[in-house]
């Protein structure tokens, strides 16, 4: 059985459509999951809900003045969200879980990352995220990148809340899964907590890159896109910093299917001694590299893209450890 509130949207002449709008912000409000302490909690009660069943049962409060096909309605919008939700939440978890987990600890303790391609594999849920991931830029969800000023890169946390699970529930959605299952697959030496991890969306925009090198170049900066260097190489976190919980990185790339190399956005390996050169790892659609947070050494290339490529996403996903989370 599932029960929801769900009512139509505000007209300010009638008490009944302050009803509505009221009654339509507890359903947001119950249907979008947290991304920290109840992470779990959320997790399980989608997976173990079952709205396959024709014979679904919803409650839904009657709202004054309404018809009885409105309401049905609503309850089948009802039905449909729900049944989407734990349709992501369980392909996320079947994906997780068919990684080859012996291949991922044993490269992780021999070069600090693993690169796995074609991750969620659907190309429909992948095309999902790389609009949500827009959606947000264009609806001012992401704040410009103070660290890399100039770069056309955005940025926000994905934590989930009403209004944020409004706008992408799939991608919440994805983080859900992913923190809940992998992290005790992972395994090593250090125990992974699996009901919180901390996540941001990147997401690139160049007409914002070409306007500011243009800015800085005074005419037409755009021309050198293509000369931009790779960041300086480092960890993601400080290895020396006693609190800091960051063990496993991850980044996910629901890129558009022509993005390639040249579009940048990938990530360069350091060689593990004087012997070994760089190793690039290019930035490519549903692709997706497991770093150690603390001891591998990399560097980011420039978010570039070029003509009709004009936006790219990043979600970048780190995994903590549960003693210290």
């Not at 459509?17 to 359903?27: D, G, S």
């Not at 997401?203 to 896109?225: C, E, H, I, Q, Y």
Request: glycine share 8%.
């Amino acid at each position: 059985k599932i029960s929801a509130l769900y009512l139509a949207k505000k007209k300010k002449e009638s008490f009944a459509e302050k009803q509505r709008r009221r009654a339509e912000r507890r359903l947001r409000q119950t249907s979008a999951p947290p991304i920290a302490a109840d992470l779990k909690k959320f997790d399980e009660q989608k997976e173990e809900t079952d709205v396959s069943n024709a014979g679904t049962h919803v409650t839904i409060d009657k709202i004054d003045g309404e018809g009885e096909e409105t309401t049905i309605q609503r309850a089948k919008q009802v039905i449909e969200a729900q049944r989407e939700s734990v349709k992501m939440l369980t392909h996320v978890r079947e994906c997780v879980e068919g990684l080859p987990y012996d291949e991922i600890r044993a490269a992780l303790d021999a070069q600090g990352y693993y690169v796995f391609d074609n991750f969620l594999k659907e190309k429909d849920v992948i095309s999902v995220l790389e609009q949500e991931s827009r959606a947000m830029l264009e609806n001012d969800q992401m704040e410009f990148d103070m660290q890399n000023g100039g770069t056309g890169e955005y940025i926000t946390s994905v934590k989930g809340g009403e209004e944020q699970y409004t706008v992408c529930p799939r991608t919440v959605e994805l983080v859900v899964s992913v923190t809940k299952h992998m992290p005790k697959l992972i395994g090593g030496d250090t125990a992974l907590d699996d009901s919180v991890s901390m996540t941001t969306l990147r997401t690139f925009d160049r007409k914002k890159l070409l306007a500011s090198m243009a800015l800085l170049a005074g005419g037409d900066g755009g021309k050198n896109v293509q000369d931009l260097p790779p960041r300086p190489f480092g960890t993601v976190i400080d290895g020396n910093e006693p609190n800091e919980s960051r063990k496993v990185t991850l980044y996910y790339y629901p890129l558009p299917m022509q993005w390639d190399e040249s579009c940048g956005a990938g990530i360069i390996f350091q060689g593990n001694d004087d012997n070994e050169e760089n190793v690039p790892v290019e930035a490519k659609r549903d692709r997706l590299i497991i770093l150690k947070s603390d001891t591998c050494v990399h560097s980011k290339d420039a978010w570039k893209g070029k003509e009709g490529l004009e936006v790219g996403t990043c979600m970048e996903l780190h995994f903590v450890s549960k003693n210290l989370a």
